[in-house]
């Protein structure tokens, strides 16, 4: 960091947060998780995805005497926010697998040397002999990114990060700072326990995310076309398409390709070379999908993604939140779209099932998977469902998602038609699948495996309701957990799990609604891109300055090898385009501009606004 830039003895974070990073005011529950911080107590700060996690520890680190330590679960994720607080002039480095040992010398050397604000590292770093050599060193805070990885009821748990508990040991009287953006109360209990913080403050934002547009639908026909239909409504735009294997994302990449649009695949079978080069022209350029596995998540930084798909919907809702929650950092309107079915509940369970979990952890997360096909399967507003997950009671409908944009008495009740399959299922014994179950209430025996049942009270009791209709029931007892899916994985039969349900089922105290009439399926309404108003308050006059702004932070961004954002996100650009500054005065007074940007490039923009006059 320059001298220029050094924090004064008598600067505040606010100070720090308008000079440097260029903003104006702290947002949310920022101010208060930076006083704990500036106060030395321990913190679990729980804010949404963009909702500005990292400035509530870097402004304390650098405020603070000594280096503040950053655990981070990814080597992208670290070498993302080293390169933009470098850009900012701040003192950052990392320690990580992929550096020489010369440059993680020399980076501890000037973490010794007081040269440092901020160091971020691994937590497998911590279990080598460097936690000695970091305990020789001045520490003024420690912060946990991703802290749900440290919980094993959290949807993204790490061994490794469940050793961090030993940093109380190791840094006694440094204060610890846990964050992450999707955290339930038991998630966030077990985070408190593991890290052992001491009297730590909790603060939770809410979880709500209004420029995101939700929806969901049940899997039909071929998933690359309904991936691609989605895909276009969003042409020029950058987007993330979720997948469940590697093959599904090589697929889903090449059916788009042969359309016409740009996308590429990312797993964790690609070589690394291959894989970060893919992410840095994700970063780097507009208009790219990534298609995608989980192996490309928390790594993710780029504040304009406007679209996530999930082809195959994740595990939990807590997965979906954070996934969903790449889209729109930048606040302007983006989409959340989920493929969901009946088999990827099966394969959801069978992994569940077969990992070495212990049995508690394994019936928490089956729960935790049902609940998140009842809530893709479900009518409630989504906004408000995943707030009310997350234990927000006051949550209000969105009046955006696809079920607040249904027609009044869309819904369908069809509690009968599910009072007559959970009684196939007790009455054919629990032991047969699907298929034979929907032959058997529709009284269409084809063999005389068929026939022999033919003799139960249930025989053809649901003739009135054809094939597609019965599987839609089923769909719904199924991720609602009224049924289940036994036996073997390739060929499960149904049971029912909870006799208690079934009989609050038939005695009429528990209903069974479907999005649409089994009987009558819909035509599928063409969606609006919803990032369609990005710019649309921009004049015609701004809008081809912004242009220009944007074609030039593009050049620069790739002569510097960093993605466009970390020179200026699209919001910042938008406002020089409105404000049209003259000079470096000027231009600091723009939103997101700090004192070492505008120094920087206040010339080059100057020039871009003369042209465009």
Known sequence: MSAALKPAPDESPLDILQRIYGYEAFRGLQPDVIDDAMAGRDVLAVLPTGGGKSLCYQIPAMLRDGVGLVVSPLI???????????????????????????????????????EMDLLYLSPEALSTGLAGRLA??????????????????????????????????????????????????RTRDDILAQL??????????????????????????????????????????????YAATRDGTEKL????????????????????????????????????????????????????????????????????????GRAGRDSKPAEGYALYGPADLRRSISWTVESDAAEEVKRVQLNKTRQLYAFFNGTDCRRQAVRKYFGERDAEPCGECDNCQREPGDGFDATRFAQMAVSAVIRCGQRIGRGRLIIHLTGSARDGF????????????????????????????????????????????????????????????????LRED????????????????????????????????????????????????????????????????????????ISGVGEKKAGRYASEIARLVAAAA
């Open 136 to 185: 020789q060193l001045s520490i003024s805070l420690i912060a946990i990114d991703e802290a749900h990885c440290v919980s094993q009821w959290g949807h993204d748990f790490r061994p490794d990060y469940r050793a961090l508990g030993r940093l109380k040991q190791l840094f006694p009287d440094v204060p610890r700072m846990a964050v992450t953006a999707t955290a339930d109360a």
């Open 518 to 589: 089994p009987t009558a399926r819909k035509t599928r309404k063409r969606r609006r891109s919803a990032a369609a108003d990005f710019s649309g308050d921009l004049s015609e006059r701004d809008q081809a300055l912004f242009d220009a702004l944007r074609a030039w932070r593009l050049e620069t961004a790739k002569a510097k090898g960093v993605p466009p954002y970390v020179i200026f996100h699209d919001r910042t650009l938008a406002a020089i385009a409105q404000e049209r500054p003259a000079g470096e005065d000027g231009l600091r007074t």
């Open 253 to 324: 990449a090449d059916a788009l390709e042969k359309a016409g649009i740009p996308a590429l695949a990312y797993h964790a079978g690609l070589d690394a070379d291959v894989r970060a080069e893919r992410q840095r022209r994700f970063l780097l350029e507009d208009g790219l999908t990534i298609c995608a596995t989980v192996a490309f998540g928390m790594g993710v930084d780029k504040p304009d993604v406007r679209f996530v798909i999930h082809a195959d919907p994740p595990k939990t809702l807590e997965a979906y939140w954070q996934e969903v």
């Open 76 to 114: 992208a994720l670290m070498a993302d926010q080293v390169d933009a607080l470098k850009a900012l002039g701040v003192r950052a480095e990392r320690l990580d697998s992929s550096m020489s040992f010369e440059d993680k010398t020399e980076a501890l050397n000037a973490a010794a040397r007081g």
């Open 450 to 513: 068929d026939e022999d049942l033919a003799q139960l009270s249930t025989y053809g009791i649901g003739a009135d309701l054809p094939k597609a209709g019965w599987n839609a029931v089923f769909d719904e007892l199924l991720f609602s957990g009224l049924l289940a899916e036994g036996g073997e994985v390739m060929r499960p039969v149904i049971v029912v799990p909870d006799a208690d349900a079934a009989k609050a089922l038939f005695r009429g105290e528990r209903e069974v609604w």
């Open 196 to 241: 052992d913080l001491t009297e730590p403050q909790t603060h939770v934002a809410s979880f709500d995310r209004p420029n995101l547009t939700l929806g969901a639908e049940p899997k039909g026909g071929t998933k690359s076309d309904r991936v691609l239909s989605l895909v276009k409504a969003h042409k020029g735009e950058s987007g993330i398409v």
